[in-house]
């Protein structure tokens, strides 16, 4: 009988295996659903030598421009921002 019916193409689920693949299904759920941090790393670099800083900075606030020294040229110079890098909490 057993037999017959796999061969009919039906699926054969019983109670354990139902939840088991709920269980599963709902813990990937938690994983991929987790919040946003407030923070993230971005890198910051200067208009005029290329010389790159780390920063942090809240996720919804604008790109950062900044003035900071630029060890390169000795002096004061404009970064703006480059990229993110990477979401802390």
Known sequence: MDVVHEQCGENKWNARSITLTLTIIMFLTSLLLKPKSKRILVIVKS????????????????????IAFDPFIGQDAVY??????????
């Open 80 to 89: 703006k921002e480059l990229k993110k890098l990477q979401s802390i909490n």
């Open 47 to 66: 208009l005029v030598s290329g010389h790159k800083l780390v920063r942090v900075r809240e996720r919804n606030a604008e790109k950062i421009e900044m």
